[in-house]
C-alpha cells in the first residue's frame, strides 16, 4: 500500500525515491514482521492460553512433552498476522506473483486453522483426517499449479531448472503440473512433521527464507541473474517483500517459541509457511534448490518415509521414532541439543544452497 504512495511522493520529493528499491523494501518488511511480532505477541499468546483447554500430548510422545500440555497453540496466527502485514505495507500489489503467494499462504493457513480448532475444540479432539487434509491440500495446489502452468511467470515456465549446471533445464511439459503439487505439498507436510520441538521448525523456516530471499530478488533482477547464469523471472524480484516478511515474523516467533516454549505454532503456522516456502521455489525456479535449502525438512520427511517402509517390508523400525528428532530425543539427547544441532544442519544446507549459484 506504502509502495503506490511512494511512488506518488517521489514526484514531489525525490527522497521517496529510496523506496523503489525492493532491498530497501524488503528489509522494511523484515523489520515490520518483527516488530508486530514482538508487539503483539504477548497479547496474543494471553488470549490464546485463556481461550485454549490444552494440548492434547500424544500418549507416544517422549515423556518430557507432557510438561508442555498448557503450552497454548496457533500461535501461527501471529505469523501469518506479521507476514500480510508487512507484505500488503510494502509489496509492490499491483505485481501478481504476490497475490499468488498471499492467497496461497491464506489458503493453508485456513485449512490449519480449522484443524487447529478442531484438535482443541471437537469432539474427538483429534484435528481433521488424513484423507481430508491431504485432499484440501491436493485441491489448493493444484489450483496454483494450474494457474502456473497456464500463466508461467517466466518464459521457461516450465523448466526444471538444475543447481551445479550452466544453463541446465529440463522442460517438464505438463509434467510440471503434479511436479508443482509435489513441491508445495510436500514442503508443507515436510514443515509440519518437523513441528515437534521448540523452535524446531520456525529455525530452519527462517534460514529458508533467508536464503529465498536472496535467491529471489537475483532471479528478479536481469542483470544478476545473466551474470549468475540463472533463469530470469521478471515478476518475482517483488516476492523478496514476502520472504523478507516471513524473515521477521519467524525471528519474532522464535522469541516466544523458543525452549521452554511459551507457544506453539500450530498447524496453521506450519502448513502455511511450508506451503509458502515451497511455492517461492516455484515461482523463482529454483524448485531443485529448495531441496538443499529446506534440506531439514527433507530429512525429516524422509526419516518418516524409511520408518514406515521397513516397518510394512521388515517388520523393523530403522529409528527408535519417527520423525527423526524423536529419535534423538529416546536417545536422551536434551531438547535444546537436539534443536540447535538440526539448526546448524539446516544452516550447512543453505550455505551450501548458496554456493550453487557460483559452483556452476
Ligand atoms: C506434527 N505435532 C506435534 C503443535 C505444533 C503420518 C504421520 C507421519 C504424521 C505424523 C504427525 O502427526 N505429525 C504432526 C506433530 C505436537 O505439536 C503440535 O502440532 C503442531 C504442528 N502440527 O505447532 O501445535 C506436539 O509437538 C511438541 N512440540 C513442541 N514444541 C513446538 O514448538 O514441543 C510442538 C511444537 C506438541 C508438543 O509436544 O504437543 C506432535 O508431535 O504431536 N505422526 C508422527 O510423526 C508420529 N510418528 C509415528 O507414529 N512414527 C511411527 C511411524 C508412523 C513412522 C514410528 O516411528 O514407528 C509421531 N507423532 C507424534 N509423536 N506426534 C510420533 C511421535
Not at 29 to 38: D, E, P, Q, R
Not at 219 to 247: C, D, K, N, W
Request: proline share 4%.
Amino acid at each position: 500500500m506504502l509502495y503506490k504512495l511512494f511512488m506518488h511522493l517521489r514526484t514531489v520529493d525525490p527522497g521517496f525515491d529510496v523506496f523503489r528499491y525492493i532491498t530497501f523494501r524488503t528489509v522494511l518488511s523484515v523489520l515490520t514482521a518483527l516488530g508486530i511480532s514482538f508487539i503483539l505477541g504477548p497479547w496474543v499468546i494471553g488470549r490464546l492460553k485463556t481461550a485454549q483447554p490444552g494440548n492434547y500430548v500424544r500418549e507416544y510422545l517422549p515423556e518430557g512433552h507432557v510438561l508442555k500440555a498448557d503450552v497454548p497453540t496457533m500461535g501461527g496466527l501471529l505469523i501469518l498476522l506479521a507476514i500480510f502485514f508487512s507484505t500488503l505495507l510494502w509489496a509492490d500489489l499491483s505485481n501478481r506473483m504476490v497475490w499468488v503467494v498471499l492467497i496461497t499462504f491464506a489458503g493453508f493457513g485456513g485449512l490449519g486453522l480449522v484443524d487447529d480448532m478442531m484438535k482443541l475444540y471437537g469432539k474427538k479432539r483429534k484435528g481433521l483426517s488424513i484423507r481430508s487434509k491431504f485432499s484440501l491440500q491436493l485441491l489448493m495446489a493444484l489450483i496454483v499449479a494450474l494457474y502456473l502452468y497456464f500463466y508461467p511467470s517466466s518464459k521457461w515456465g516450465h523448466h526444471l531448472q538444475l543447481p551445479f549446471f550452466k544453463e541446465a533445464l529440463v522442460n517438464l511439459g505438463w509434467f510440471y503440473i503434479p511436479f508443482v503439487v509435489l513441491v508445495i505439498i510436500g514442503t508443507s507436510n515436510g514443515v509440519n512433521l518437523t513441528d515437534g520441538l521448540d523452535g524446531l521448525a520456525i529455525g530452519p523456516i527462517m534460514f529458508a527464507s533467508s536464503a529465498f530471499a536472496l535467491l529471489i530478488y537475483l532471479s528478479g533482477h536481469a542483470r544478476f541473474a545473466e551474470y549468475l547464469q540463472i533463469v530470469f523471472v521478471p515478476e518475482a524480484g517483488e516476492l523478496a517483500t514476502f520472504a523478507g516478511a516471513m524473515v521477521g515474523a519467524s525471528l519474532g516467533f522464535l522469541w516466544f517459541n523458543t525452549y521452554p516454549a511459551q507457544v506453539f505454532m500450530g498447524d496453521i503456522g506450519s502448513l502455511s509457511l511450508g506451503a509458502a516456502l515451497g511455492l517461492l521455489a516455484v515461482v523463482s525456479k529454483h524448485e531443485a534448490l529448495l531441496v538443499l535449502a529446506g534440506g531439514l525438512f527433507v530429512l525429516e520427511t524422509l526419516s518418516v518415509i524409511i520408518q514406515i517402509i521397513s516397518f510394512r517390508l521388515f517388520g523393523k523400525r530403522v529409528f527408535l521414532m519417527a520423525p527423526l528428532h524423536h529419535h534423538f530425543e529416546k536417545k536422551g539427547w536434551p531438547e535444546p541439543q537436539i534443536i540447535v544441532r538440526f539448526w546448524i544442519i539446516s544452516i550447512i544446507l543453505v550455505l551450501v544452497s548458496l554456493s550453487t549459484l557460483k559452483v556452476r
